[in-house]
């Protein structure tokens, strides 16, 4: 168990630019989770894939961002036209299985967008 | 809404001493409760989860209790080490239903120890 890796660990960009982080769940886990989290805050949902699908969206998941999971394994979220709204720690999760078998999830250490 | 409260917002201790940390939650139905660690600029850690049933359950140093009558949970740090110093996050969950969102996070409890 290697436990969840996201790249960069920072970024940095001007503002109207794209940017795009990578994750890399444990590898027999299915459900694989996106959350933004600002300073003095609680992660906020992003997106949740189970293998391959996205299964939901948060409705803070604007058109601007696009996330997907190719082969059910690692994920890509991308940001287009950043905003300076959008500076925050973009954590990902993964998990073997939902909540109700009381599996916990599995966060990275996060990926720290910085707009300028 | 459903929503889960903590406080104190924040709390310094003295290495060695105990402290309570404190998790309101209006969230209904109900499925489970988890307590995480957050260190500054990593990602949250799972402690503890509890299912409805259970009362309390320890990891550690850490002990967490909950009362689902009351909706009120406690996360109860023994002989705390100055490594303890980091947020500490409840998250309550609804029963799966196929759809992620329904596991609400609290702002956390920050948790600083000293010398």
């Known amino acids: 168990d290697t436990g969840v890796s996201q790249n960069p660990r920072h970024k940095i960009t001007k503002r109207g630019q794209n940017v795009t982080f990578r994750c890399d769940p444990i590898?027999?886990?299915?459900?694989l989770y996106w959350y933004r989290q600002t300073l003095g805050q609680g992660p906020e949902f992003l997106t949740y894939?189970?293998?391959?699908?996205?299964?939901?969206k948060s409705r803070l998941l604007s058109d601007r961002f696009s996330a997907e999971r190719p082969k059910g394994s690692f994920s890509t979220l991308e940001i287009q036209r950043t905003e300076q709204g959008d500076s925050a720690m973009y954590l990902c999760?993964?998990?073997?299985?939902?909540?109700?078998?009381?599996?916990?999830?599995?966060f990275g250490n996060g990926t720290r967008l910085t707009v300028t | 809404k459903n929503q889960v409260e903590q406080s104190p917002q924040s709390l310094i201790i003295l290495e060695g001493k105990n402290c309570t940390l404190q998790?309101?939650?209006?969230?209904?139905?109900?499925?489970?409760l988890r307590w995480y660690k957050q260190d500054t600029g990593r990602g949250p850690v799972s402690l503890t989860i509890?299912?409805?049933?259970?009362n309390t359950k320890s990891n550690g140093r850490y002990t967490a209790t909950l009362d689902a009558d009351t909706k009120q949970s406690s996360l109860h740090i023994t002989a705390s080490q100055l490594s303890d110093s980091a947020s500490y996050i409840c998250?309550?969950?609804?029963?799966?239903?196929?759809?992620?969102?329904?596991?609400?996070f609290g702002t956390g409890t920050r948790l600083q120890v000293t010398l």
């Open positions: 999760a993964s998990s073997l299985a939902g909540w109700q078998n009381n599996s916990p999830l599995h």
């Open positions: 590898s027999e886990h299915n459900r």
């Open positions: 894939f189970q293998n391959e699908a996205q299964l939901e």
């Open positions: 998790c309101n939650y209006t969230v209904s139905p109900f499925s489970n």
């Open positions: 509890m299912t409805f049933s259970e």
């Open positions: 998250v309550v969950s609804a029963p799966w239903t196929g759809t992620a969102s329904k596991l609400t």
